[in-house]
């Protein structure tokens, strides 16, 4: 299928968050038993994914949270996936090392194995249920950046 590989190779200013969303939608009609729902900025907000968010502060593309899942019956077991779907990891304020900036388009080959996990597992008519959960997004610097020391408050709070 290639899905992984095909998505992991693109270049950052095609591969955005919202690039993943569409194609796992896409992927999804091409296979009944998927089913997708894509979270946009407000939805992320409402969900209180404030990790999420800061790393996402300092780019103008929006993120997007992406749960992509095969349902196979209620009796089979469920596994859960999650990759990480960093598009561009510039490392945001503390920029990494320039020599190897141009790899850090590859942070989000964790969610481009999950979609592709979750496709397969449809392709092949496995008796499972699988769900993929993937957080898309940028880290770039800007005047919007997480600083170091920022506080960032997540749903369960900053003091876990």
Excluded: W
């Excluded at 569409?22 to 091409?30: I, Y």
């Excluded at 009944?32 to 409402?46: N, Y």
């Excluded at 080959?109 to 996990?117: E, L, P, R, T």
């Amino acid at each position: 299928m290639g899905v992984q590989r095909d998505l992991a190779n693109l270049p950052a200013n095609v591969c955005t968050p919202s690039y993943l969303a569409d194609r796992s939608r896409a992927l999804a009609k091409s296979h009944p038993t998927l089913k997708v729902q894509i979270l946009d900025e407000t939805a992320i907000r409402r969900e209180k994914m404030g990790c999420l968010l800061a790393v996402t502060q300092g780019s103008d593309e929006p993120p997007r949270f992406i749960v992509i899942e095969q349902r196979h019956s209620k009796s089979a077991a469920t596994i859960v996936l999650v990759g990480k779907g960093i598009t561009f990891d510039s490392g945001g304020i503390s920029l990494k090392d320039p020599a190897a900036m141009d790899e850090m388009k590859f942070d989000m080959s964790g969610a481009a194995a999950v979609i592709a996990a979750v496709c397969l597992t449809a392709e092949l008519r496995l008796p499972l249920n699988v769900v993929g959960l993937v957080a898309a997004c940028e880290n770039l610097p800007s005047g919007r950046a997480v600083k170091p020391g920022d506080i960032v408050t997540e749903r369960l709070g900053p003091d876990r």
